[in-house]
């Protein structure tokens, strides 16, 4: 059993975030499928400008997440999008020109909120964004986790909720099936010299 | 090698749509390596109401669709979204509900205009839609051909414009490779018993 | 005061659908301010072709709409995006080219589902397309009505919930003030000769 | 005649940048119906942990922003989405919860891009936060500026080409009609008792 290595990006930089706790959820659930890294997204801004420069915290995210096989995103909504720093972290990674460091890794997008909506403006435009960045991303299930409470989800990632415990679950073998999709045909192709 | 057979869904119902020349440059383009049908969107529109009734049209379109391995959407756009006809193609295909022709089967997006932005809004509201109906949408290349004319692109859909031959051409052997991996990594899925 | 009339426009054609009644509670609760006309979206799917051609259904359509002031859209979600019916309501109502029955009509729209998103993948949809139609859309409170049932909304429209009456009430107020300020502002500038 | 106080908020952070270069040309051809201010948007990333506390350059983009009557929004496209950057500011000025900065302004989009899309997927990713930050958003002219390149456009805003020098001007005329319709509109109901 292939055991993949991913990177869990959180978009909220709260450090009590429901989507952190969601992201720890996903990982207990994921039964050894997966190996997570979770860097920071507090990053300076990207700006064009600065590409030849060097700017330590954009090589640090860069170098670490350019190892893994995969990505989990966590997308809070504000304002019915993805987060400026979530936002900010794909644009960090997509360039400089050519050196995106998310060509090509099979992604999947969950988006919560105390509200009914559970993100999923948010969502979706992290989405969007994935095309460009060729990004194969889970279709199914979906992951929009609407009122979400300190009850239902505690501060360490315990899932106090029979039915939102049953989504983080399924969720997780999901993903890990996905990524499993992912590698196998690339694989199988790779090797196979008929198919290019 | 694998040849797949692949339903062509052309959202415009105009006799010499654009979309439709392009879908026959994409055939033309693909090597044999992918079968084509072209079915109708000409279809009565959707209504919950009529899901036990016998509506002829509904149930051949579903019907021929059911036996494709992947899609390939032709979007033109229509006020910055799909086109009713093939909005209406998708409400149809995924009822009754647990139905869905869709389900799994690899998709590809093109879309083009006369004017610059080539679709682009068409093209990201259908894969909103495709997430719900859980078909991996490929990524890469993105299709927004844009500045589409008569001297172009002829009506028996051969191309006489370099750089649209080229993205055609790199298009028809993407999609290709799409349904393969697709195809290669659930089918490894499937066949391994440590996986799942 | 002024009594706007409004044309609304309901995405789904089932005989009993929540939006329907969402429409009904709405014109109840709009206190004479506002004078519907309900058209029918079961129309011939737009094709470009027939532009010239008669086709009766279309011409009613567009006349009835041509004359009121506003527009309210009920957008249910089918798949992630307004049902193809309102979508090819739309297509028809903007064309022949340069004949939209659309244009600078202020609007307004709701969603709602049995579920908890509320039809936000379909609301934003049609936002899209409003963008290119030019009309004014109201922004808040924004109508993303979930969890609905037959408890809490009568086949008659009465509503049955009080948070939901909260909400309808609070809706077709700020639509009913939405449609004088564009009105207002609109008649502003025309008699003003030094606006342009 | 009325003269608007703008903020030009301009997503890229670039020096040079052409979204900069466009709001010159805008503010160029706005023939004094327009004044604009240009906050930075290099601001620290929006964290909700820290709305308690004092952050001087969110105080001060705050502050600048919260006295103009209207915003003119330079969406460039990073990744089919607006720029970190531009996002956060959105965070930033929509905080703390109840005294977002946006409120009720009315605002107008442009979007541009080398390339043919004009950043297309940016400009309407930007309009869907709108309707949450309550921002009447001017629908057209649309501002898909596609094709840009130094010859068209100077480092100084001057634009060198007659098609997007009539585009830009046509785009500066109709947002201060837009925002005299606002501002009209919303005076005659506030001095109208029998509105509301």
């Known amino acids: 059993m292939t055991r993949h290595r991913i990177a869990f990006l959180n978009g909220s930089l709260r450090k009590d975030s429901f989507h952190g706790r969601l992201g720890l959820a996903i990982i207990a659930a994921s039964n050894d499928r997966l190996a997570f890294i979770t860097p920071s997204l507090d990053l300076p801004l990207y700006d064009p400008d600065l590409d030849g420069s060097d700017t330590p915290a954009w090589t640090a995210f860069r170098d670490s997440v350019r190892l893994v096989d995969g990505i989990l995103f966590g997308s809070p909504e504000y304002n019915r999008s993805m987060t400026g720093a979530l936002k900010n972290a794909l644009d960090v990674g997509s360039r400089p020109y050519g050196q995106s460091i998310f060509t090509k890794k099979p992604a999947a997008v969950f988006s919560g909120s105390p509200g009914m909506t559970g993100g999923f403006g948010?969502?979706?435009?992290?989405?969007?964004?994935?095309?460009?960045?060729?990004?194969?991303?889970?279709?199914?299930p979906e992951a929009y986790w609407g009122l979400l409470d300190d009850e239902k989800l505690a501060a360490d990632g315990t899932v106090n909720d029979e039915m939102l415990a049953k989504l983080v679950t399924g969720f997780a073998g999901a993903l890990a099936d996905w990524y499993d999709l992912i590698r196998e045909g690339s694989g199988q192709l790779a090797g196979d010299p008929t198919q290019r």
């Open 122 to 140: 948010s969502n979706h435009h992290l989405r969007q964004s994935c095309v460009f960045l060729d990004m194969p991303v889970m279709q199914q």
